[in-house]
C-alpha cells in the first residue's frame, strides 16, 4: 500500500512555503518513522533526526532512501536531555512534539 | 519551555524552529464511495490531546514574550489520511500509536458503507498549523544553559 497520508502534498508545500531548505543543517524532533523528513531531505545539507521510540528510529533507518544516506542519520533520544553543541543547526523542526 | 530554550541554544544566529501541530478541533471522518459521494461518518474524539495542543501554544508564546523566539509566519492546512478500508485505517491508528479516541458507531458505518460499493476511500481530516519562528536574541541577562 503507498503511504496513506497527505497524498495531496499539503504539508509539503505548507513546509516548503515556510522555511527554504536548501543546504541547511535540520533537527527534526520527534521523528517518529522518518515520513516528514523524506519531504525536504533532498535539499538539505544534513538532517538528524530524533525520537525516544526505539522501534520508529530502526524503522527510519531502514526505510532511509540509498541517496540520501550520506546526509540524513537518525539517532534514539529525547529533546529533553539530547546533548547538542551550540549553534548546531540551522532548521529545528518540531512535528506535533511538544 | 527547557525544550525551547534548548533548541535556542542549537540554532545558530538567523536559525529557524518550524513547529507544526493539529488545530484544537475534533478531526471529521467521511468515505467516498465509488469515486463520487461524500458521507460525513462523525469526529475522531481528540479531546485528551487538545489540553497538549493549548500547553504547547502556551509553551510558545511564552519563549516569544521572553523574546527567545519571534514568530515570523502560520499557515495552516488539511492534512488527510486515505485508507481503503476501515482495517489499514486501524492498523494505521495502532502504528502511529494513536491516543484519540473512535465511536463504535464510526467504525460500524464506515464498514458498512464501504461494504456496499466496490470502491471505497475513508478519510480522516486534520487542520494543521505551521509557525515558523526565528531565533531571538534571547532575554536579556538570561543564564545561559548548560
Keep these: ?98 | 519551555m527547557d525544550v525551547l530554550q534548548r533548541i535556542h541554544r542549537w540554532l545558530r544566529r538567523g536559525g529557524l524552529l518550524l513547529d507544526l501541530h493539529p488545530e484544537p478541533e475534533q478531526p471529521p471522518v467521511e468515505v467516498t464511495l465509488d469515486g463520487i459521494r461524500n458521507v460525513y461518518l462523525g469526529r475522531i474524539d481528540t479531546t485528551a490531546l487538545i489540553g497538549n495542543i493549548h500547553g504547547a501554544r502556551a509553551a510558545l508564546r511564552s519563549v516569544v514574550e521572553a523574546g527567545w523566539f519571534e514568530r515570523e509566519r502560520a499557515v495552516v492546512f488539511d492534512f488527510v489520511s486515505h485508507f481503503p478500508g476501515v482495517d489499514e485505517w486501524l492498523q494505521h491508528r495502532d502504528k502511529r500509536r494513536s491516543s484519540s479516541v473512535v465511536d463504535r458507531a464510526i467504525i460500524v458505518s464506515a464498514r458498512s458503507a464501504l461494504s456496499a460499493v466496490t470502491s471505497g476511500d475513508l478519510q480522516v481530516r486534520e487542520r494543521v498549523l505551521a509557525t515558523r519562528f526565528k531565533r531571538g536574541r534571547g532575554p536579556r541577562g538570561a543564564p545561559r544553559l548548560p
Excluded at chain 1, 550520506?70 to 506535533?96: H, P, Q, Y
Design chain 1, 1 to 98: 500500500m503507498t503511504d496513506p497520508v497527505d497524498p495531496e502534498g499539503n504539508e509539503t508545500r505548507a513546509i516548503h512555503d515556510l522555511v527554504d531548505f536548501t543546504d541547511k543543517d535540520i533537527l527534526e524532533i520527534g521523528c517518529g518513522d522518518g515520513r516528514l523528513i523524506w519531504r525536504y531531505a533532498d535539499f538539505a545539507s544534513s538532517v538528524l533526526g530524533i525520537d525516544s521510540v526505539e522501534s520508529d528510529i530502526h524503522q527510519a533507518r531502514t526505510s532511509t532512501p540509498e541517496h540520501l544516506r550520506s546526509k540524513v542519520a537518525f539517532r534514539t533520544a529525547d529533546a529533553v536531555a539530547a546533548e547538542f553543541a551550540s549553534e548546531s543547526f540551522d532548521v529545528v523542526i518540531l512535528g506535533r512534539s511538544i
